[in-house]
Antibody, heavy 117, light 107 residues
Framework: EVQLVESGGGLVQPGGSLRLSCAAS????????MTWVRQAPGMGLDWVST???????YYADSVEGRFTISRDNSKNTLYLQMDSLRAEDTAVYYC???????????WGQGTLLTVSS | EIVLTQSPATLSLSPGERATLSCRAS??????LHWYQQKRGQAPRLLIY???NRATGLPARFSGSGSGTDFTLTISSLEPEDFAVYYC?????????FGGGTKVEIK
């Protein structure tokens, strides 16, 4: 069974930093692109970033230069380093298997990031 | 950026009725259009990939059609568990984009 478990969310002040993690299991992690998708409270889905199996990275304009996606295939873990956080980054962040050359195949339960003073 | 426009925003139907959801792209996405369902308080889940392919285990009452710029998700006979929000998403071009969603609510 595919499992994606996010961690690292919480309350951060504007301008602060945080790193999200996603522990993956139940599939060959290194063979899949992985993606972060977010959802602000009461709003729709918003693609954030994708890292391919070959380590190519893609970012939404809204986070380019502030967020960094990475992966550790030896630990089956996906990361999202978030710097210079803004109030508008407040959202549930979902870890997703797939992206780019495939649909979003499997989703974690999400971790909530709140950016507020 | 490819903009996906979903209509209607809200669909009020009764169990057993047919639901027809639309997703229109601002430029052609070929067949690279997917559909997701999100129930309240839950993560989204994949329903249809590449316009018309059902995800593993998806009931046959769900079907997808379309290509280019116009796509449809059809639920042939609504079950109580189908009342949710549905999103389309394209993978034809970066950035990946989602539609704004259609809420299917109980009438």
């Amino acid at each position: 069974e595919v499992q994606l478990v996010e961690s690292g969310g919480g309350l951060v002040q504007p301008g602060g930093s945080l790193r999200l993690s996603c522990a993956a299991s139940g599939f060959t992690f290194s063979s899949y692109a992985m993606t972060w998708v977010r959802q602000a409270p009461g709003m729709g889905l918003d693609w954030v970033s994708t890292i391919t199996y070959s380590l190519g990275t893609y970012y939404a304009d809204s986070v380019e230069g502030r967020f960094t996606i990475s992966r550790d295939n030896s630990k089956n873990t996906l990361y999202l380093q978030m710097d210079s956080l803004r109030a508008e980054d407040t959202a549930v962040y979902y870890c997703v298997r797939g992206g780019g050359s495939s649909s979003f195949l499997s989703w974690g339960q999400g971790t909530l990031l709140t950016v507020s003073s | 950026e490819i903009v996906l426009t979903q209509s209607p925003a809200t669909l009020s139907l009764s169990p057993g009725e047919r639901a027809t959801l639309s997703c229109r792209a601002s430029q052609s996405v070929g067949y690279y259009l997917h559909w997701y369902q999100q129930k309240r308080g839950q993560a989204p889940r994949l329903l249809i990939y590449d316009a018309s392919n059902r995800a593993t285990g998806l009931p046959a009452r769900f079907s997808g059609s379309g290509s280019g710029t116009d796509f449809t998700l059809t639920i042939s006979s609504l079950e109580p568990e189908d009342f949710a929000v549905y999103y389309c998403q394209q993978r034809s071009n970066w950035p990946l984009t989602f539609g704004g969603g259609t809420k299917v609510e109980i009438k």
